[in-house]
């Protein structure tokens, strides 16, 4: 199993909508949790981490992480064409940062 | 916002060719990494460096591949002899707790 698992996409969400976008990791003994947003040919830019169980909001974005079911996820309400990148789900464990390969998102007009 | 800046920003070396990536990292920040991206695939991770060492490196980085940290500001990545496949983007990554990464240096082997 992949350490960091994510769909690759494209996932097309119309402007305006909640775009959902999963992760799900294999390591138990990962201690914190990230979304990165990448624009092609650009390097990866943080817009989320969270720690603990629960739900955790800023802005337009909510990551909500189940430790139990090792799974972390990040929506984004009311889509923006600006929004259109790759997601990155990356997983803390021993100080060691491991990426997903990212979901591809595409706002639709 | 913190900030790590790279250099070059785009480098092209002839195969068998030594290069160096250099990197400034956020100044309190004691992780250091280099990950890799080839084009369309994903982020790679290549080696980890705290306290002046290497704490963590995958297969990836293998004896063509070296860290250091000459002046306790620059971290640098250097790729012995280069070879094709070695084409891609390198990014430097501070860590603390999250990772902020720099702009990235794109080499180019041909």
């Not at chain 1, 090792?70 to 940062?97: E, F, G, W």
């Not at chain 2, 983007?89 to 707790?97: L, N, R, T």
């Amino acid at each position: 199993q992949k350490e960091v698992e994510q769909n690759s996409g494209p996932l097309s969400v119309p402007e305006g909508a909640i775009a959902s976008l999963n992760c799900t990791y294999s390591d138990r003994g990962s201690q914190s949790f990230f979304w990165y947003r990448q624009y092609s040919g650009k390097s990866p830019e943080l817009i989320m981490s969270i720690y603990s169980n629960g739900d955790k909001e800023d802005g337009r974005f909510t990551a909500q992480l189940n430790k139990a079911s090792q799974y972390v996820s990040l929506l984004i309400r009311d889509s923006q064409p600006s929004d259109s990148a790759t997601y990155l789900c990356a997983v803390n464990r021993d100080d060691k940062i491991i990426f997903g390969k990212g979901t591809r998102l595409h706002i639709l007009p | 916002e913190p900030e790590v800046t790279q250099t070059p920003s785009h480098q092209v070396t002839q195969m068998g060719q030594e290069v160096i990536l250099r990197c400034v990292p956020i100044s309190n920040h004691l992780y250091f990494y280099w990950y890799r991206q080839i084009l369309g695939q994903k982020v790679e991770f290549l080696v980890s460096f705290y306290n002046n060492e290497i704490s963590e490196k995958s297969e990836i980085f293998d004896d063509q591949f070296s860290v250091e940290r000459p002046d306790g500001s620059n971290f640098t990545l250097k790729i012995r002899s280069t070879k094709l496949e070695d084409s891609a983007m390198y990014f430097c990554a501070s860590i603390g707790p999250e990772a902020f990464f720099g702009q990235g240096t794109r080499l180019t082997v041909v």
